[in-house]
């Protein structure tokens, strides 16, 4: 079973910026794509930001020029910079892994973490 493990949210003001980490681990023997996705009261779930094992890279349009998605192969992690954060991108950030794990067995995972709380105030 993978584990995500992310960190970096908080309150800011509006203007500001923050960092995201995710963290996979468990077993990992590939990455096809992590990413962020977000989640804003009464609102469906959107992409923020996805990054390929071939480092291709794809930004929801609200956030193309503020944020930058990375990622640390070393370490399986993925990181989000926010900058000039507007209160709009107020969400649970939650990180997205898909790749492959063994547990035994090969095994394919989509899994998703618990979610970072991001509070921009005006």
């Known amino acids: 079973q993978v584990q995500l493990v992310e960190s970096g949210g908080g309150l800011v003001l509006a203007g500001g910026s923050l960092r995201l980490s995710c963290a996979a681990s468990g077993g990992i023997v590939s990455i096809n794509a992590m990413g962020w996705y977000r989640q804003a009261p009464g609102k469906q779930r959107e992409l923020v930001a996805v990054?390929?094992?071939?480092?291709?890279?794809n930004y929801a349009d609200s956030v193309k020029g503020r944020f930058t998605i990375s990622r640390d192969n070393a370490k399986n992690t993925v990181f989000l910079q926010m900058n000039s954060l507007k209160p709009e991108d107020t969400a649970v950030y939650y990180c997205?892994?898909?790749?492959?794990?063994?547990?035994?067995?090969?095994?394919?995972?989509?899994?998703w973490g618990h979610g970072t709380q991001v509070t921009v105030s005006s």
């Open positions: 997205n892994f898909q790749g492959t794990y063994y547990s035994g067995r090969y095994v394919y995972a989509d899994e």
């Open positions: 990054i390929t094992s071939g480092d291709t890279t």
